[in-house]
């Protein structure tokens, strides 16, 4: 019994600590991934915002992931909610105005060739690096 | 492994498992009725309740049907055949929701049976909805738009946003965005007639 019990539970428990030294040598870097929503829904510029249309999986809470090309996940966690940025400069003298909505979440990720965020089991959405506010992953949707 | 200590180690699984679902063995305490439910829908309307007109040329408020948090049916027309609706769109992850809704509940409870308050929710989890109308003592009924139909149908796009339907399905006034519970009563007190 014993040699059955350790039969059945050893293999797991090497696997995850492989699998958590695996991790922990992996070098990480702190980064935010931005998502610009263009949903240009009417509302008032630099107020809390949740995407519109067909992205209303955008928003507060959500849960999302950040995977590898092989689908992998590197980061997860939930959204925080979405600031609504004007889509135009020009003052158009009044309160609401077409705008996109801007989600930031800071993640923790190790180095790959490329990203790509889900959001609530959506299809994934390909993120960019940009480093022009420090370092990021950044994507648009739609692109 | 000894047989007795299978059964020791066996008595321990169940007593971590009773423990971690909170079973006490049979003493639980009956269930809190599903908030937002039918139990949460108003009683008649006042008799003689005076209602001032809706102006003519108002165009009607789409009159849609849908189903309570608890799963029972209702007809926005039934509600408003016989006092004003107010429609509330809301979700449990919108803070500006939360950060208005205890003034909202409690003008709720003020204009009870003369005017009804009626939740509408969408992209939500029936859990979290029901924390947050716990959380924020919501005692009006509330509609589970799980497709979104009822937003579409209002052309609401986001939460929160508030929309004040007349007696007999009048659309009369909406808010994208949301309102704040003063303006929202004085609307409504212009609505209802004093005793």
Redesign the interface.
């Known amino acids: 019994?014993?040699r059955l019990?350790a039969a059945l539970v050893l293999p797991s428990l090497l696997t995850g600590a492989l699998a958590a030294c695996g991790d922990a040598e992996e070098a990480r870097k702190a980064m935010t991934v931005r998502v610009l929503v263009r949903?240009i829904?009417?509302?008032?510029a630099g107020?809390?915002?949740?995407?519109?249309?067909p992205y209303?999986?955008f928003?507060?809470?959500?849960p999302f992931r950040v995977v590898d090309t092989g689908g992998r996940t590197l980061a997860e966690g939930a959204l925080s909610?979405g600031r609504s940025v004007a889509t135009f400069a020009e003052d158009l003298e009044v309160s609401?105005v077409p705008t996109y909505c801007e989600f930031a979440v800071p993640v923790d990720l190790a180095a790959r060739d490329a990203y790509r965020l889900v959001v609530d089991g959506h299809p994934p959405v390909d993120l960019t690096p940009n480093d022009s506010e420090g370092p990021a992953l950044v994507a648009v949707v739609p692109s | 492994m000894t047989r007795g200590y299978a059964v020791r180690l066996a008595a321990i699984a169940l007593a971590a498992a009773l423990a971690a679902t909170g079973c006490s063995g049979g003493d639980e305490a009956p269930a809190p009725p599903v908030a937002g439910g039918a139990a949460a829908l108003p009683g008649p309307a006042p008799a003689g309740l005076g209602l001032r007109p809706a102006p003519s040329g108002a165009p009607g408020a789409p009159a849609v049907t849908g189903a309570l948090t608890d799963g029972s049916p209702v007809a926005l027309a039934d509600l408003w055949a016989d006092r004003p609706v107010v429609l509330v769109f809301f979700t449990s992850w919108c803070t500006l929701c939360a950060d208005r809704q205890a003034a909202l509940s409690e003008l709720a409870r003020r204009h009870r049976d003369e005017v009804v308050l009626v939740g509408v929710v969408t992209e939500d989890r029936p859990e979290d909805v029901q924390r947050y109308l716990r959380e924020h003592r919501v005692g009006y009924p509330v509609v589970l738009d799980a497709d979104g139909a009822i937003w579409r149908s209002y052309a609401v796009r986001e939460p929160p946003a508030v929309v004040v339907v007349a007696k007999g399905g009048a659309l009369l006034r909406g808010w994208p965005g949301g309102v704040d519970a003063p303006t929202l009563d004085a609307e409504l007190r212009k609505l209802v007639l004093p005793a």
Do not use: K, S, Y
């Not at chain 1, 829904?41 to 008032?44: A, D, K, L, Q, V």
């Not at chain 1, 107020?47 to 249309?53: D, H, I, K, Y």
């Not at chain 1, 928003?59 to 959500?62: G, L, Y």
């Open positions: 019994m014993r019990l949903d829904n009417i509302r008032p107020v809390e915002c949740a995407g519109t249309g209303t999986h928003h507060n809470r959500a909610p609401r």
